[in-house]
């Protein structure tokens, strides 16, 4: 995914003289094209996000439209209040990228996880959330980016270029992609679970249980229509994702569905249940550590969908 | 301007930042009448700014680190004609639009602080943005000496002079007491020059109450090419008012009747 992000904006750099690329030290192997071929459009700060993330404000106040880049919790909790106060607060034309949300950054450790990232994220007013699943989102996502003015967190996984898609699907900020029509039970995902979830679908499939996928690529503004709509359409609403169960993107589904009437409507997320990861090894073995596989996925909600009908 | 025309100026600052905060029954008195000499000579000939194009892409930007000296800040920018004086009747009231920290909502403020180490990242973005795009204005921030406490300001140190900033200047408003006591018991700062010094800013230090010093730094800049340049201006916490001066307990406390009529009559005699 980041490959993608760089390649759109290498692309669009040109046409555009105000995007500006800041990065914190990191992305080797993957913005030397950038910056060679767009020098003044482009810094590493060092490693230092306080200051990139307040420079970054002042540049966007200035008239550029800013890129700052860096990794899992580092662009944004290490300088969390420059987010909320110079960047929200003046909102100031900043894009924040974060490469490996989730546990992407598996084997590094819980200093390298982005698991709380998307609920502080959303809690700031001004802000705009991004979690594209795959390569064709986070383009689209990039490119949707440069015409939206204001400050954003877009959320990276730091996997291989999967494509969920198999074309550039509708994008748009704050209108969820639904992928099938099945009627028993709707998951809801975002950012790096989308390949996942699509397999927990098939899995139920072939226990005769239609499900049906959105992709809430953006999880500030929700989409609080297609939840409604949902609501009304399915017989339970499960969500997923690689984060905690708290505050992410199930929390803020449960928060359109609490106020949704009538609000019965069956309800689970599965994510990470306020812990820190403390299992090593790959995205894959965390997955099946903390029951994120489609297999056990598929299996939780069945019996959740079998006790509570 | 000569020394009478600033000082009779920046008493008038002071007499009007010291009916806002009795009015308001807030804080912070000691650290705007530190700084007012110096916000004084600054927004007396050496800011391009215009209160008829507030947003002119090429004004210089001040910043003023230290948000929470604002009162003198908003009485000089209505003085200006940035907004109408009224509004400085309601500052920290109810209605009113000026915060306790300095806020952008402010016609001429150009962003919001308070909490302190905020200022110098941004204007170090700002400076880098008129460098990028070879651009003649200037960014003026004005720090406190607690303020230097924060980890925040030491990345930008490190960060402007490796960028030749030397569009950027700062102020460091030293008069040598924070929130709870002096800074040299609470972090020493010294040796404070040398530090910046040794981080490639081009250093000066003046008396910050001496207004023919504050406008010579402030004319002669950037002080070396190729460097930012700091002005750590040697200043006295609560300076005009007797009482007040060198004084902690008024980084907090708003004057009583008494005190404000003795602090006005002293302000008045100047």
């Known amino acids: 995914m980041r490959n993608v992000f760089i390649k759109t904006l290498t692309k669009l750099a040109p046409k555009h003289p105000e995007i500006f690329l800041i990065v914190g030290d990191l992305g080797y192997g993957v913005i030397e094209e950038f910056a060679q071929k767009f020098p003044r459009q482009f810094l590493n700060a060092g490693i230092a996000e306080q200051n990139m993330t307040g420079m970054a404000a002042g540049l966007a106040l200035s008239g550029k439209t800013i890129f700052t880049y860096s990794i899992a919790n580092f662009p944004i909790l290490r300088p969390l209040e420059q987010v909320r106060n110079d960047i929200c607060y003046h909102n100031a034309n900043v894009k924040i990228v974060s490469v490996g949300g989730g546990f992407f950054y598996h084997s590094l450790g819980s200093t390298h996880h982005g698991t709380e990232d998307i609920s502080i994220m959303r809690t700031l007013p001004n802000m705009t959330v991004l979690a594209p699943g795959d390569a064709y989102e986070a383009e689209c996502a990039t490119r949707a980016l440069i015409e939206h003015s204001g400050p954003c967190f877009l959320r990276l996984t730091k996997a291989p270029e999967s494509t969920v898609h198999t074309k550039k699907p509708a994008f748009k900020i704050g209108k969820a992609i639904q992928i099938g029509n099945g009627s028993d039970v709707a998951l809801i995902t975002t950012g790096g679970m989308l390949e996942e979830t699509i397999k927990t679908a098939e899995f139920l499939k072939r226990q005769k249980i239609s499900a049906r996928v959105i992709s809430m690529h953006t999880v500030k503004p929700l989409d609080a229509a297609i939840i409604k709509k949902t609501a009304r359409e399915v017989k339970a609403i499960a969500t997923i994702e690689d984060h905690q169960i708290t505050g992410g993107l199930g929390s803020a589904v449960a928060e359109v569905l609490a106020e949704t009437s009538p609000s019965a409507i069956l309800f689970k997320h599965f994510g990470i249940p306020d812990i820190f990861i403390k299992h090593i090894g790959s995205v894959e073995y965390i997955k099946e550590k903390l029951g994120l596989t489609a297999e056990k996925l598929s299996k939780k909600i069945q019996t959740f969908l079998a006790h509570d009908i | 301007m000569t020394s009478v025309t600033y000082k009779k100026y920046a008493t008038s600052i002071r007499i009007e930042t010291l009916k806002m905060i009795a009015r308001a029954k807030s804080s912070h008195i000691g650290s705007n009448f530190s700084a007012i000499d110096i916000l004084t000579v600054l927004y007396n000939g050496i800011l391009r700014v215009n209160p008829k194009n507030q947003h002119a892409p090429n004004r210089d930007r001040f910043i003023l680190s230290k948000g929470h000296a604002c009162a003198s800040l908003y009485a000089i920018l209505a003085d200006k004609g940035f907004f109408s004086k009224k509004l400085l009747e309601t500052f920290y009231l109810p209605g009113g639009i000026l915060a306790g920290h300095v806020v952008h909502s402010a016609p001429g403020v150009e962003i919001s602080t308070g909490s302190l180490g905020h200022g110098l990242p941004v204007a170090a973005g700002m400076a880098l943005a008129a460098k ?18 924060e980890g925040s300001n030491w990345e930008s140190i490190l960060f402007a002079p490796h960028h030749s900033l030397d569009n950027l200047t700062i102020i460091i408003d030293y008069n040598k007491i924070q929130s709870l006591g002096d800074t040299n018991k609470t972090i020493n700062l010294e040796p404070l020059a040398a530090k910046l010094k040794s981080f490639n800013w081009a250093v000066r230090e ?35 008012v007797s009482f007040m001066e060198n004084s902690l307990i008024w980084h907090y406390k708003s004057s009583n009747e008494e005190e404000f009529e003795r602090a006005l009559k002293e302000l008045q005699e100047k």
């Open chain 2, 132 to 149: 990028r795009d070879r651009k003649k204005w200037r960014v003026f921030c004005l720090l406190s000496d607690g303020e230097l406490d």
């Open chain 2, 206 to 240: 003046i008396d910050g109450h001496n207004f023919q010093a504050i406008e010579r730094a402030l004319t002669s800049l950037p002080k070396q090419k190729n460097k930012p340049t700091c002005i750590i201006a040697h200043t006295i916490k609560g300076k005009g």
